[in-house]
């Protein structure tokens, strides 16, 4: 399918590219963040609760959950609001940074709806995996990154420590190749493969596709 051509405002062009470190601390921001109350923003502890209250069955929250972070994410209001929120010294605009955030705090509510704890670093670990849009089993795969049938079972409950180091060693290359491949990230190209709103445009199937990751990982 042909991806649409994308305006992008004359304030990203001023922002043409963003390095490798520049991302992974957005993201480290970001999902400090989701655990956090922001003024009109709820910590992914209180969004999971909301959902599970309303809908009792973790399952269907979560699928409610992603419904509604991705209608967030075409209300340029709030995400307009939500990116000024999350002040960074970073060279990443605003609205970029707030997609980081919905889709980090989507998949932080649904490891709470599943019994995790996002503060724990192999729930942290997990989710980042899911950000990029892969199975933790598809991603150690691509990493190299060997592991027993009997850990791969049950992987988020309990990472062995060397695993764990292993995974994350790599997991930021995976993460920044997803998104760039050259040191840099070309704005212009990243924003049909992140789903940034950028000029109104939004990738709906990507956000949507990461909801449904997570909660296969978490809700198992």
Do not use: W
Request: proline share 4%; net charge positive; charged share 20%.
């Amino acid at each position: 399918m042909q991806i649409p051509k994308i305006n992008v405002p004359a304030q990203i062009n001023k922002v043409k590219s963003i390095s490798q470190d520049d991302l992974i601390k957005a993201i480290n921001t970001c999902y400090e963040k989701t655990m956090q109350d922001l003024p009109g923003v709820k910590s992914s502890y209180d969004l999971a609760d909301e959902y599970l209250s309303k809908y009792h069955d973790p399952k269907i929250a979560a699928e409610r959950l992603i419904n509604a972070q991705v209608k967030k994410c075409t209300t340029s209001g709030f995400v307009t609001g939500l990116g000024g929120l999350i002040t960074m010294a970073v060279a990443i605009p605003a609205d970029l940074t707030a997609c980081i955030f919905v889709q980090l705090q989507m998949i932080s509510a649904i490891a709470v709806l599943g019994g995790y704890d996002p503060k724990d670093d192999e729930v942290r670990t997990v989710a980042y995996i899911c950000l990029t849009g892969e199975s933790v089993s598809e991603a150690l795969n691509k990493m190299g990154v060997k592991i027993g049938q009997k850990v791969g079972t049950k992987l988020i409950d309990k990472i062995p420590g060397k695993l764990l180091v292993a995974i994350n060693r790599k997991l930021g290359g995976m993460i920044f190749t997803k998104f760039g491949t050259k040191g840099v990230i070309n704005l212009c190209d990243l924003i049909p493969v992140v789903g940034g709103v950028i000029g109104g445009g939004f990738n709906y199937a990507t956000t949507r596709k990461i909801g449904k990751i997570a909660t296969k990982e978490f809700l198992k």
